[in-house]
Nanobody, 129 residues
Framework: QVQLVESGGGLVQPGESLGLSCAASGFTFSSYAMSWYRQVPGKERELVAA????????YYADSVKGRFTISRDNAKNTLHLQMNNLKPEDTAVYYC??????????????????????WGQGTQVTVSS
């Protein structure tokens, strides 16, 4: 069965960096786009970054552009999110998600949760001094 397991969360101070990973299994990882979402209590889950199956054009939320980098290693079935210059407002539970297709030509489709069929359990990222 499909499994997505996030790791790498933790507590960091503002301005520091953190890297998240998502180990995928149970499907052909190289055939599907993947994304990172995040959620804080009381708010909707929001898209952070997305990457197509072939690591082509990536997509970022405006709030993380220039600070976060999404990448994938299809040989190791792993999705990554490098987060630099973290801010307190980045505090959230971060989830990796498997898209239903290899890529979305219309990039706004990456932000629609029904376009994903599997989610990880999430990893907490806390940015605080």
């Amino acid at each position: 069965q499909v499994q997505l397991v996030e790791s790498g969360g933790g507590l960091v101070q503002p301005g520091e960096s953190l890297g998240l990973s998502c180990a995928a299994s149970g499907f052909t990882f190289s055939s599907y786009a993947m994304s990172w979402y995040r959620q804080v209590p009381g708010k909707e889950r929001e898209l952070v970054a997305a990457i197509p199956n072939n690591s082509g054009s990536t997509y970022y939320a405006d709030s993380v552009k220039g600070r976060f980098t999404i990448s994938r290693d299809n040989a190791k079935n792993t999705l990554h999110l490098q987060m630099n210059n973290l801010k307190p407002e980045d505090t959230a539970v971060y989830y990796c998600a498997k898209a239903k297709t290899a890529f979305y030509f219309i990039t706004s489709h990456y932000a629609k949760m029904p376009n994903y069929d599997y989610w990880g359990q999430g990893t907490q990222v806390t940015v605080s001094s």
